[in-house]
């Protein structure tokens, strides 16, 4: 079949298998492009399918030749259906890391239940016997916890109502918009969904096991973002639950005392998403940073940001942090140059003048590109079959 996208509000109903297969070939010669670092061996990446997660499978890889074993929620094609495209990207990334003789296993399921843990840890006793750096990437809207609740998380600013504009993506209008503030409840399930209670129950199912090395690092990623999202990001109901994966981080190392581990948040760059596309304000943030940051040749993607991290702030000497204990790979997109062009041009963007102050078309590259369509070098008239299957799956 022909593979088309289908998009439908803020997510794309269809990948493509080709498409995301290129997708990581190309970060993959991204990362071998720069050579090998010295870095971990034996690797478990939480959320590996997609976004910052495959990043840090791909560079840990194929960057310090790490064996990997990851964990995804996606699906398999079903019919004339295709399967989403972290089945697609992990499908990929197993077979490139074949040719290279690395080892890559892929668990598929949901990553919150105690059910999968018991699986990983299964698997690391079997294949690895211990893991030297544990990955925390998981950004879902809905987490059921231990208690046997489901708690979703929401995008809301806290105490009262907000009013900004945004960009209306299907129409490429500026359009206003106006949130309303979260409840007590909602914040609350929100740090539960978004927080960092998963994460540590990870790393002590893992501890608990034995199966966490000497000297075991741990990452998970978060966002702070400039003044201008901070109503419905970092000061909104997410940024109370980016504070709990903080405070988690150092309780985390505290409890890795034993194997004298660490636990450290990296606070990454605005990039394009399936989840920043439904955040009110931030879209609009980010056709004017991309547009800014291309300009001044310091632009960066996911692999990009993840190659960087690991080998200038995470895996060196002594890790790079900022005076909260955290690893920043956002320090290029707050420069004092690009924010304070950002704090010119926003009050003053418009319907009339976006394509010119804003990246538009990078806007929609990026997102079409999730979903493995409009990447250079595809044929996209081929007839295919959506039917790819995971080597290890």
Same mark, same amino acid.
């Given at each position: ?10 997510? @794309?109903?269809?990948?493509h298998?080709a498409?995301c ?20 061996k ?10 910052y997660g495959?990043?840090?499978?791909i ?24 399967a989403?495209?972290? /089945?697609?990207?992990?499908?990929a990334f ?7 003789? !690395? ?5 598929i ?8 843990k ?51 993506l ?6 206003p918009i106006?949130?309303?503030p ?13 927080g ?11 501890a608990?096991?034995?199966?966490? #090395? ?5 990452? *998970?990623y ?11 990001y970092?000061?909104?109901s997410?940024?109370m ?5 903080? *405070?988690?981080?150092?309780r985390i ?26 955040i009110?304000?931030?879209p609009?943030?980010?056709? !004017?940073? +991309? ?10 993607? @996911? ?7 690991f ?9 790079? !942090?900022?005076?909260?204990?955290r ?5 290029? #997109? ?7 062009e ?9 319907? #009339? ?5 804003a990246?538009l078309?990078?806007? /929609?590259?990026? +997102?079409?590109?999730l +979903? ?9 008239? #081929? ?11």
């Open positions: 079949m022909v593979i088309e996208p289908k998009v439908r509000g803020f997510i @794309c109903t269809t990948a298998p498409g297969a290129q997708n990581v070939k190309n970060q993959i010669a991204f990362v071998k492009g720069k050579g090998n670092f010295q870095g971990p034996k690797v478990l990446v939480l959320g590996a399918s997609t976004g495959l990043s840090s499978r560079a840990a890889a194929f960057g310090a030749g790490a064996a990997t074993i990851g964990v995804g929620f996606e699906k398999p094609a079903s019919g004339s259906r295709t989403s495209a972290g /089945w697609y990207n992990t499908a197993e077979q490139e890391a074949a040719k290279e003789g !690395l080892y890559a296993k892929t668990l399921g949901d990553a919150f239940s105690q059910e999968m018991d699986k990983v840890i299964d698997l690391i006793r079997k294949d690895l016997g211990k893991v030297d750096f544990v990955v925390y990437s998981i950004a879902a809207p809905r987490r059921t916890a231990p208690d046997g609740n489901t708690y979703s998380s929401v995008l809301k600013p806290i105490g009262k109502a907000y009013t900004d504009k945004t960009i209306d299907k129409t490429r209008s500026v359009v106006t949130a309303q979260a409840s007590e409840q909602e914040i609350h399930d929100t740090i539960k969904v978004m960092g209670e998963d994460w540590m129950l990870w790393m002590d199912a893992l608990r096991a034995e199966v966490l #090395e000497e000297n075991v690092k741990t990452v *998970a978060s966002y702070i973002g400039p003044e201008v999202t901070y109503p419905l970092r000061s909104g997410i940024g639950a980016k504070e709990d994966l903080e *405070a988690t981080a150092k190392t505290r409890q890795l005392s034993g194997v004298r581990g660490s636990a450290f948040v990296s606070v990454n760059k605005a990039l394009v998403t399936q989840s920043s596309a439904a009110p304000v931030v609009l943030y980010i056709t !004017l940073l +991309f547009k800014l940051m291309k300009e001044r040749g310091i632009h960066e993607d @996911c692999i990009a940001q993840m190659d960087r991290l080998r200038e702030k995470l895996f060196v000497d002594s890790p790079v !942090l900022d005076e909260e204990g690893l920043r790979v956002d320090d290029w #997109e707050l420069r004092a140059e690009v924010q304070d950002i704090k010119k041009r926003w009050p003053i963007v418009c319907t #009339e003048n976006l394509e010119e102050l990246d078309q990078g806007y /929609w590259k990026d +997102f079409y590109n +979903f493995g369509f409009e990447v250079d070098g595809v044929d996209y008239a #081929e007839d295919l079959s959506p039917d790819i299957s995971i080597p290890s799956v």
